[in-house]
């Protein structure tokens, strides 16, 4: 039994967009799923409100409004109106889209975090925290640059991006130095606020255990719920929501862009006079639809602050697969990218193809590849040869011949179009937007198939009577198309509700059932192409657009890289600083992923000792288990043993930075637990 329709409120949330930069269709992995699941609730009767808003505070704004010479606000302002031109071309619409640095988003931050101290979960205590002394400021998470203090790989202040993926507190990071300027940062000693995630382990133990999540968001925070450590929840900058009763500090942005979530929905239900606590503080349905990197944010952090401040918690939390360019890892810098704007929506290309290979590519928690040529395959066969072929022939021999639309409805094409709806009432509470895509393209294939064999321009001689209702059943099967594709492709569906005689703007106020509501003719207009095929003049347009961003983006890494051989150096070692590490030599025998993470294998590595030895690795996107095993490895024996998401690892696997990560091995064959000098 479907979840939904259900007699509680919902709301459904986007992760916020960072305004920062442009829209690419890695941020509408997310959205249109979400603003498909909110059009298919609705048609289902069910009330939902969709918010979401743009992501104003954090050091990566700071520092990109600084070297464009204007003010985080009017960097926040110009990337905010881009984000929503781009969502409602692309019909992602949203009954609020807000921002964080409005003083809504302010109040409720600063509301939710005196109540957590209030209730005992915030406490204070003087860390040690980076400093530049050449720029003279302090250096909070993307300022500064580092090492890894769990698995020593190169990390950035609040993140072990490469290495491990832990989140790191403001002092952790080893060795740091400003990304600003390359100096080594000095420590000092400041006072910050802790929340107490400690103390919420065994609550967000059961939490996972009845949230309606996706597996990948509920198998990765199960992980890190093992290992829970007091968050530092404020940073010394300038720009954001300032801590209660402490100026010179903000709060993390990590506090108050969740917080977001609850204060667009304050500014929806006072413009539409409603009470916003029907849904943050009563029997709510809340659903979180996000991105799979940050997952722990809204499975870890953000259930264990509304507990504590006294909030409802997400009923749901919908984690998305990522999005591959080319077969490639998505990329800004290397250029595997697609902006929506400049190299979609300039092009000619209709906001609802994307939408459609988006949707149908594959199952909602898997990795999308785009490419142009899949694209145009997908598009080419599906849309227009299968859905648009059949809605064109049908409505275009109907207009050319003068036929009165009239008839039954056919018990076979009757549990067709009630298959269909079944799907979408059954998969949308499990989130296989795909599966419901693949119905409706099942339904057109049933509807071309009834057409061809049931050859109307030939029964249209012999029998007219029989011709008419076999049109009348093409034309029930072309309502139902409308309005259970609405929701995936809403202007293409808007244009054939209209060809059929309806009001385009009432389509999104139907309901499921109505698929099945007898067709009554009525007046229509003259029949439009609903799709027209991509042509391969245009995709290898594209295709070359696409090659020559990576050209120019892989000659300006090569440039970047001359530039850091020039550059001054880490300070000379001494060889004794050198014999402090014991190199060995190792054979991978055993390895597998970790559960919930994309970048860790859990490796079993012969060094000639009595057992083989564990070591966490962080390199799952470039080898596979399979690849590893048999491997000859160099392996750091004597790095301090830890703990990455829960699984304890004693050594490090040494790799070049190259093409993702290049394992070290020796020349010629050695025993495992030979020494490397």
Known sequence: MSEFPCDKPVLVTCGLPYANGSAHIGHLRTYIPADMFVRTLRMMGQETVFVCGSDAHGTPIIVNAEEQKITPRQLVDKYHVQFDSVFKKCGVIFDRYGNTDDPTNHARTKSIVTELQKNGHIFSKEIKVAYCPQCQRGLPDRYVEGVCPYCSSIARGDECDIGCQRHLEPGEILDPRCKVCGSKAEVRTQEHFFFKLSEFGEFLQQYLNTVHATPNAV????????ELKDWCITRNLDWGVKYPGHDDLVVYVWVDAPIGYIAFTEEYANAAGKNWEDLWKGDSRIIHFIGGDIIYHHCIFWPAMLKGAGYTLPWGVVASGMIKVNDKKFSKSRGYIVWVEDDYLAHGFHPDLLRYYILSYTSHTKDINFSWTEFQTKINKELVGSYGNFVNRVLTFIDSKGVDVK??????IAEAIKTAMDTVKTEIANYEFKKICDSIITLSDVGNTYFQGHEPWKLIKENPAACENVLYNCVQIVKALAILSEPTVPEKAKEIWGMLGYDPATLATTRIDDALVPYENRPRPKPAILFTKLEDKKIAEMTKIMDERVK???????????????????PPITIDDFSKMELKVGKVVASEKI????????????LGEDKPRQIVSGIAEVYTPEELVGKTVIVIANLKPTKIMGVESNGMILAADSNGATLLTVEKPSEPGTKVR
């Open 219 to 226: 198998n990765y925070a199960m992980e890190w719920a093992k």
């Open 407 to 412: 008839g039954t409805i056919d018990p076979k």
């Open 552 to 570: 120019a983006a892989e000659a300006k890494l090569n440039g970047s890289k001359i530039q850091e051989e020039l550059a001054p150096q880490l």
């Open 595 to 606: 559960k919930g993470s994309k970048k860790l294998l859990k490796n079993q590595i012969d």
